[in-house]
């Protein structure tokens, strides 16, 4: 399984970003993709998961700021962020579970990761 993530960069507070994750070796169609995020120093956290139904699971704390989104033929899991606050500032990890199943937003039912893509929100 590999996954790779890509559209981070720095934005300005109230401002949207589009993370991609190119997703090989995993079958998207019946199985569980997660977003996660960490800040130095802290323990990483659960953003949002999608199942093979497309049913979705959101951290509580983004307000419905968030989107997860999938687009199976291009093998590609997507993570919009809008009104992006400076507390959102973090790297941002796409993963897989081995069950393939999303039981939880919880890092230890995830067992493959990408490298992350940083996200820097500031004025």
């Known amino acids: 399984v590999q996954l790779v993530e890509s559209g981070g960069g720095s934005v300005q507070p109230g401002g949207s970003l589009r993370l991609s994750c190119e997703v090989t070796?995993?079958?998207?169609?019946?199985?569980?993709l997660g977003w996660f995020r960490q800040v130095p120093g802290k323990q990483r956290e659960g953003v949002a998961a999608?199942?093979?139904?497309?049913?979705?699971k959101y951290a509580d704390s983004l307000k419905g700021r968030f989107t997860i989104s999938k687009d199976i033929s291009k093998s590609t899991l997507f993570l919009q962020m809008n009104n992006l606050e400076p507390e959102d500032t973090a790297r941002y990890y796409c993963?897989?579970?081995?069950?393939?199943?999303?039981?939880?937003?919880?890092?230890?039912?995830?067992?493959?990761w990408g490298q992350g893509t940083q996200v820097t929100v500031s004025s």
């Open positions: 993963a897989a579970p081995m069950s393939g199943i999303c039981h939880t937003l919880s890092e230890s039912d995830f067992d493959f």
């Open positions: 070796g995993y079958t998207m169609r019946f199985n569980c």
């Open positions: 999608i199942d093979s139904n497309g049913a979705k």
